[in-house]
Structures are given as structure tokens and as C-alpha cells.
């Protein structure tokens, strides 16, 4: 058995969990928020067993896309009046960060 936690943004949330659901791939679904660009993400917990790792890993890996947005940067109090104007700065998103941990025991109740 494996678990993957699998980290994406929430534009691409609908489509996996539409995937898992065809595949019959059952997953515990987080709201959670990115700590840099505060964006809401979605992260999956899945226990699966091991032959099954590579159909999960291409389903997030096809449906997590990478895009750029604009971000404003936070303005430093701390400078003159002059330095603080904020410019928005492209920045890439979403992606997906995913783990893939072995596990000893797995049980439903």
C-alpha cells in the first residue's frame, strides 16, 4: 500500500476528482491555502495499493496545469513613502506537488 498526498490549485481540483471518480480511485479531499501567494489549493489523500501508483500519478500529472498570473508583492512598511509602491510581477502557478509514502497498514471503517 501506498499514500499519496497529492497538492493542487483549485482550478484543477474538479476535473481530478471527476478522474478519481471514473477510475473508482476513493479520496479524502482538503481545502488548504499555499503559503506564498495565499491561493486556495486542493490536496488529495489517497490509499492505494501499490500497482495503481502510476494511474493516480498520470491523472494529477495530466489535469494540474502550470499558468501565470500577476501578483502583487507585499509593500514593505518599513521603507520611504517613495519605495512603497507595489508592481504587479508574474509569478507561475499551479502544477501539483505530490508525495508518495509507503504505509504499513491500511483499514476503512
Do not use: C, W
Not at 53 to 69: A, F, G, I, Q
Not at 79 to 87: F, G, I, K
Not at 88 to 101: M, N, R
Amino acid at each position: 500500500m501506498k499514500l499519496i498526498i497529492a497538492i493542487v490549485q483549485d482550478k484543477d481540483a474538479s476535473q481530478l476528482s471527476e478522474q478519481f471518480i471514473d477510475a473508482n480511485i476513493r479520496a479524502t479531499k482538503l481545502s488548504t491555502t499555499g503559503g506564498f501567494l495565499k491561493a486556495g489549493n486542493t490536496t488529495y489523500m489517497i490509499g492505494i495499493d501499490e500497482k495503481r501508483v502510476d494511474e493516480v500519478l498520470t491523472m494529477v500529472k495530466e489535469s494540474s496545469h502550470s499558468r501565470e498570473e500577476f501578483m502583487t508583492p507585499p509593500v514593505n512598511l518599513d521603507a520611504s513613502m517613495e519605495d512603497t509602491t507595489a508592481y504587479p510581477v508574474k509569478v507561475q502557478v499551479g502544477g501539483a506537488t505530490v508525495f508518495v509514502l509507503p504505509i504499513e497498514k491500511f483499514k476503512q471503517f
